[in-house]
């Protein structure tokens, strides 16, 4: 199970004013405010007035993740805890249910199981927490960055320490928490459970992060149609690889707005095909790509292709060693889990969706950067009236400009395909918080 509160949850447990008033901005404003909604681009049918959860109407105080290794086991578990939640005056405001993740085949990667709903292997390029095992192995460099993007209480790249609630002495005299360290800067000590302070500030906030979740609607029918249609449009468009099989013209339109064929292999490096076509049984989604360096100009890889927006790598300097380390300080921890239309908790519209979520330590610089600056900026990279080709919402004007040496093909009338039907930005304690925010009021609601 993993818990996280928003910052009405924690004004409900009666944390102090003060206190609360230490949380970031964007934390404690929430998703749904009307300043975050338009840094977001949460506007007309996204705006958080329309959502299912999160919203002013709808607002929520926590969240619980349940994961099990069974139905029977989930059922139980979540019966326990919803019957818990009733008996202390709270309610479940919406509930989400993925689908169960599918059993993996012989020599098949996690990337390759684990599909979105139009199709695509999801959860591929992650980034890698230095001093975990697999920083260990030193491969993906490109990818690795200090545990401080993720963790309060740690370094970031750049050697400070993100932000972190501390909270006074007096209102924790169990010591649950760790002592604060007032330095922010390279050198500095870490906050220390030995040393006795009894008068020094409390860390609330270490070994805790904070939790973005958004439950997306994608209108799969919308987007294979769009396919269809602009296949048949561009069919003989001089952009069109001599090299690309005709039937994989749907598809090959589809990677050029994400990034990545179906299966998972970077246009990048498979520019005419998917690996699997070639490579059945023994093909790992490839990830140590550096598009700046290996596809300057965007030309199997469009520079507003999904991917390239969400973590442009090396695109604006290639092979630059700072440029990677300037982007990986705006990395999240992501995870994507699919559902049905049954599961959507939305019986009037009934859409498949994801129920997107990361982890960063500030929110602002990784989770809204990457959401306002790359993904839904009109202006990305030289481009100019383009957004995001798969999750920006161009209200069916969007376009996506795909260079080619023979020509740009320019694919217009990029209708809508994913909604934002509910969310909410959370904390999520570590455990010594977790027990001294049980301390601070045990009866309190925890969920509305």
């Known amino acids: 199970m993993i818990f996280a509160l928003t910052a009405d949850g924690l004004r409900r447990l009666g944390l102090p004013s003060d206190v609360s008033d230490a949380f970031p901005t964007a934390f404690r404003l929430g998703m749904g405010s009307p300043g975050r909604a338009n840094l977001l681009a949460d506007t007309g049918d996204d705006q958080a007035g329309q959502w299912l959860w999160g919203g002013p109407e709808k607002a929520i105080d926590a969240t619980l993740l349940l994961y099990a290794d069974s139905e029977a086991t989930l059922a139980s578990y979540a019966e326990g805890l919803i019957s818990g939640i009733d008996a202390a005056g709270g309610s479940i405001i919406h509930r989400v249910t993925p689908m169960p993740l599918p059993q993996p085949k012989p020599g098949e990667t996690a990337a390759q199981m684990v599909r979105e709903p139009f199709g695509f292997a999801d959860g591929i390029s992650q980034p890698i927490i230095k001093g975990t095992r697999r920083w260990m192995r030193q491969s993906d460099a490109i990818h690795a960055v200090e545990p401080g993007e993720f963790l309060l209480g740690y370094p970031d790249t750049r050697g400070f320490y993100p932000p972190s609630p501390q909270v006074p002495a007096a209102i924790d005299p169990d010591n649950l928490l760790p002592l604060a360290d007032p330095r922010h800067s390279r050198g500095a000590f870490q906050p220390d459970f030995a040393t006795s302070g009894a008068a020094a500030a409390r860390d609330l906030g270490r070994n805790g992060t904070f939790l973005v979740i958004r439950q997306l609607a994608q209108y799969v029918d919308v987007f294979n149609d769009y396919l269809e249609d602009a296949a048949k449009r561009y069919a003989h468009h001089p952009a069109v690889p001599d090299q690309l099989d005709p039937a994989l013209l749907p598809e090959w339109i589809g990677a050029k707005m994400v990034g990545r064929w179906k299966d998972g292999s970077s246009l990048v490096r498979y520019p005419h095909r998917p690996a699997t076509v070639k490579q059945a049984g023994d093909f790992r989604p490839d990830n140590e790509f550096l598009p700046g360096a290996e596809d300057p100009l965007g030309e199997r890889c469009p520079l507003g292709a999904h991917i390239r927006r969400s973590n442009p790598r090396d695109s604006l300097a290639p092979g630059s060693k700072d440029e990677l380390s300037i982007v990986n300080r705006h990395r999240i921890l992501r995870v994507g889990r699919a559902f049905d239309a049954n599961g959507a908790g939305d019986p009037a519209e009934k859409k498949p969706g994801l129920l997107f979520m990361c982890l960063n330590a500030d929110i602002e610089r990784q989770f809204e950067f990457i959401q306002q600056t790359w993904a839904t900026a009109w202006q990305f990279h030289g481009l100019e009236n383009e957004v995001d080709p798969i999750t920006g919402r161009g209200g069916g004007m969007g376009r996506l400009t795909i260079p080619s040496p023979r020509g740009p093909l320019n694919l217009t009338g990029i209708k809508d395909f994913v909604r934002m039907r509910g969310g909410a ?24």
Request: net charge neutral.
């Open 425 to 448: 930005y959370l904390f999520m304690p570590s455990r010594s918080a977790v027990r001294f925010l049980g301390s601070e009021q045990e009866q309190s609601e925890i969920v509305r």
